[in-house]
């Protein structure tokens, strides 16, 4: 049982380029989320999914779209990288209700990424 | 609108008891919740709090909640080198669906010296 994993760790993008952010997760869970971590600002939620094949937009989802095709998998993209997306990128999955104790979130290990 | 704040650091030494605290801004919360992120890793949740309660305790962690200063605090007894990490407050509003999400505080990162 892996729980949340996500790919790649590491990844440096030029300013304009394109690319996917990988999370998958092994407890049949119903929801995920994207997190961005940012010094001093805590984490801010920038899409999540609430099933398969579905999606919503969080507080800060300007730039990034997300894909939700298979439901242990959640894929978000970043179609033309900017330096303001600089940041670590947090995948998390729960049950159903993700409010609730019972129902926490299971983070992933992050992905840190750098645009210049 | 929510608002979550924590202090950034604290440094504290090995076996003395540690106090982290966090204000919130949306009266109508009804989970708060500690997180704990050590270097490298995702957040991993320590302990929660209904908001009709005033303390909890679960082993060396106790958290106390002021509900009239929107005041959440989690005190760590006995601190060890272990607890050395970024600790994160987060509010839910709780409710079902997609009505429901965290808010996370800034972070407080504890640094336990010998």
């Given at each position: 049982n892996a729980g949340v994993t996500q790919t790649p760790k590491f990844r440096v993008l030029k300013t304009g380029q394109s690319m996917t952010l990988l999370c998958a997760q092994d407890?049949?869970?119903e929801y995920m989320y994207w997190y961005r971590q940012d010094p001093g600002m805590g984490l801010r939620l920038i899409h999540y999914s609430v099933g398969e094949g579905t999606t919503a937009k969080g507080e800060v989802p300007d730039g990034y779209n997300v894909s939700r095709?298979?439901?242990q998998n959640f894929l978000l993209g970043l179609e033309s990288a900017a330096p303001s997306q600089t940041s670590v990128y947090f995948c998390a999955s729960s049950l159903?209700?993700?409010?609730?104790p019972g129902y926490e979130q299971y983070f992933g290990p992050g992905t840190r990424l750098t645009v210049t | 609108g929510e608002d979550v704040e924590q202090s950034l650091f604290l440094s504290v030494r090995e076996g003395d008891s540690s106090v982290i605290n966090c204000t919130y801004?949306?009266?109508?919360?009804?989970y708060l919740y500690w997180y704990k992120q050590e270097p490298g890793a995702g957040l991993q949740l320590l302990t929660y709090i209904f908001s009709n309660m005033d303390m909890k305790q679960d082993q060396r962690l106790t958290v106390l909640l002021n509900k009239k200063d929107k005041h959440l605090s989690l005190r760590i007894a006995d601190?060890?080198?272990?607890?050395s990490a970024i600790y994160f407050c987060a509010e839910s509003l709780g409710?079902?669906?997609?009505?429901s999400k965290l808010t996370f505080g800034t972070g407080t990162r504890l640094q336990v010296t010998l």
């Open positions: 407890m049949n869970h095709l298979k439901k159903r209700d993700r409010g609730r | 801004t949306d009266s109508s919360s009804t601190t060890q080198t272990g607890d409710g079902t669906g997609t009505a």
